[in-house]
């Protein structure tokens, strides 16, 4: 009885061993393989996550691997038509602080992850999480405040132009624009201009524009 005890101990032990074996090859990746927590989690970091975190302006979050797999074609899409990030700065007009706009580089990373079956790779490779400032990103010298204004429940509005008086009374230089808007995930872009002063301008009325 020992021996066929030992012998059925032994058989179990092999097939466990055995199980395990297989889960870890499951779970390894071949080197060079793109994964999410080695090659897209920076990427996110440095040019996403600023906006595609909660209580910001994009409508999913990309913090976690969790919460970017189900948007990985989708990515790949917007990434390739450099429709994502927005901004469209033009590097040839100089150098731009805050700049979003993909690499070449990066552009390929994501699309080779998004190919290759957006594996989340070894979460040991994944870099530490970014500490985000909440609210204003700088402490602002002067607030331009907009007026309320509706939007529809559903669907999107094109684009809103918005003329708000000049706050300055005399030539100033403007270092940095920040706009915190009162429902984030109800805007998706925004851009500040400044124009002379127009007769028969309405202040705070949002007007819907082509240009």
Not at 16 to 35: C, E, H, K, L, Y
Not at 87 to 94: A, E, I, K, T, V
């Given at each position: 009885?020992?021996?066929?005890?030992?012998?059925?101990?032994?058989?179990?032990?092999?097939m466990?061993?055995?199980?395990?074996?297989?889960?870890?090859?499951?779970?390894?990746?071949?080197?060079?393989?793109?994964?999410?927590?080695?090659?897209?989690?920076?990427?996110?970091?440095?040019?996403?996550?600023?906006?595609?975190?909660?209580?910001?302006?994009?409508?999913?979050?990309?913090?976690?691997?969790?919460?970017?797999?189900?948007?990985?074609?989708?990515?790949?899409?917007?990434?390739?038509?450099r429709?994502?990030?927005?901004?469209?700065?033009?590097?040839?007009?100089?150098?731009?602080?805050?700049?979003?706009?993909?690499?070449?580089?990066?552009?390929d990373t994501?699309?080779?992850?998004?190919?290759?079956?957006?594996?989340?790779?070894?979460?040991?490779?994944?870099?530490?999480?970014?500490?985000?400032?909440?609210g204003?990103?700088?402490?602002?010298d002067?607030?331009?405040?907009?007026?309320?204004?509706?939007?529809?429940?559903?669907?999107?509005?094109?684009?809103?132009?918005?003329?708000?008086?000049?706050?300055?009374?005399?030539?100033?230089?403007?270092?940095?624009?920040?706009?915190?808007?009162?429902?984030?995930?109800?805007?998706?872009?925004?851009?500040?201009?400044?124009?002379?002063?127009?007769?028969?301008v309405?202040?705070?009325?949002?007007?819907?524009?082509?240009?």
């Amino acid at each position: 009885m020992r021996s066929i005890a030992t012998a059925a101990f032994m058989f179990v032990f092999s097939m466990a061993a055995f199980g395990q074996s297989n889960r870890d090859a499951i779970i390894s990746t071949p080197a060079g393989t793109v994964t999410f927590s080695k090659d897209v989690l920076p990427i996110l970091q440095e040019k996403c996550q600023s906006c595609h975190r909660p209580g910001e302006a994009a409508p999913m979050s990309f913090l976690s691997y969790q919460a970017t797999r189900p948007w990985a074609k989708a990515m790949k899409t917007a990434v390739i038509g450099r429709k994502m990030p927005p901004g469209g700065l033009d590097p040839q007009y100089g150098h731009f602080v805050d700049n979003f706009t993909l690499t070449q580089d990066q552009i390929d990373t994501i699309s080779k992850w998004a190919d290759s079956g957006a594996l989340e790779g070894d979460a040991k490779d994944a870099s530490p999480p970014v500490k985000w400032t909440e609210g204003w990103r700088s402490k602002p010298d002067v607030v331009v405040e907009v007026p309320p204004f509706d939007i529809p429940a559903k669907g999107w509005v094109e684009v809103y132009t918005l003329v708000l008086p000049n706050p300055f009374k005399e030539d100033t230089w403007v270092r940095s624009i920040e706009v915190r808007p009162g429902v984030p995930a109800a805007m998706h872009h925004a851009g500040v201009r400044f124009a002379p002063h127009m007769d028969g301008v309405k202040y705070g009325v949002p007007v819907w524009s082509d240009i």
